[in-house]
């Protein structure tokens, strides 16, 4: 008998072991649902992670469980053609004789074939990508956002269990990468596949993620929610110039001579410019940490539109004269929480401690996902 806990229902993984000088020794789970994102540093060994788990690298030891399915323990390695996963690299590798429609189908086919389930059909995939204006093109008369949006159908097409995608943004430019972020965004919100996302740039994990394994120097230095991550001043993310939380909101009205939306966020309701939707639609929000100020009084006149009641959690000090403080929002500190940046001379002159009720002016509330996505082709 082994004296291991059943396998959790979510993800599991665990590594260790050596590539040349580089050392990996990671273990996280993860929910088996949403975009978990590998965040860290260039060769923290995120990468290595991917491909451990897709079983294309073996290290002396490894464990990997998807949904209570053992697909590594000990002497135990399902090879990688056994292993229901879609991979998309950087770059698409597209077979560049055959047109969209038959790179689409090639996966489709080769899952079929080994006998998967087909869960995932061509058209829905089609639909869910804008492909259908690119069924006839060659891979070679695509842009570099198109090509990834048919490595991304082709991979799903294959019917996977679970999708590896390793940085598949950072080959394409700015405008490209804004054309194909909310494609991912649908893809999250409608597959509920679940999805391990390869990532250095923090603007794409807090649009795509909805949890996070932190890495540094090939080590786990913690996983969570994203706003769990996002908050909590020990790590690197809250430390950061750009620190920001984003948080699930829920449109609850728009009001069209103001062209402002008022939307519902876990402890707060917030005031953002735009229109985002009908009431009910949920989204996210980004409230940078340079963006708030705190008040012990609520403000009688502001051109502020936002200043919820909140609760100090803790503070850590950044540098000598700043402070980064964790608010949890809500009059009893119920809600979600948010980050501060605030100098030491106010956090003393205002006297905040732990717990203290005050008042969040938010300065800026963004939100995450401007746009759905564009027309086709
Ligand atoms: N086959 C190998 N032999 C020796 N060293 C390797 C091998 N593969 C990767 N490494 C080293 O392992 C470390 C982690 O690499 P990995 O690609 O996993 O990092 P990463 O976090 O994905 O980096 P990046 O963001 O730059 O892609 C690096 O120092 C890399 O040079």
Known sequence: MRDRAPPALGLSARFRGRLGDFRLDVA????????????????????????????????????????????????????????????????????????????????????????????????????????????????????????QRVALGRALLTQPRLLLMDEPLSALDRLAKEEIIPYLERLRDSLGLPTLYVSHDIGEVERLADHVVLMAAGRVAAAGPLGEIQSRPDLPLARMPEAAVTLAAEVVAHDPDYDLTTLAAHGARLIAPGAFGPPGSRRRVRIAAPDVALVRDPPRASSILNCPAARVIEAAPRGRGMMTVVLALGAEGEGARILARITRRSWDHLGLGPGQPVFAQIKGVALVSPSAPGEEG
């Open 28 to 147: 996280f789970e993860a929910p088996d649902r949403g975009v978990t994102a590998l965040f860290g540093p260039s060769g923290c060994g995120k990468t290595s992670v991917l491909r451990a788990i897709a079983g294309l690298e073996r290290f002396a030891e490894g464990y990997f469980a998807l949904g209570g399915d053992v697909w590594q323990e000990g002497a135990a390695f399902r090879p990688v053609h056994r292993r229901p996963i879609g991979y998309v690299f950087q770059e698409a590798s597209l077979f560049p004789h055959l047109d969209v429609r038959a790179n689409l189908d090639y996966g489709r086919r080769r899952a079929l074939r080994g006998g998967a389930r087909e869960s995932t059909r061509f058209d829905d995939v089609v639909d869910l990508l804008g492909l259908s204006r690119l069924l006839a093109r060659a891979p070679g008369a695509l842009s570099g956002g198109e090509r």
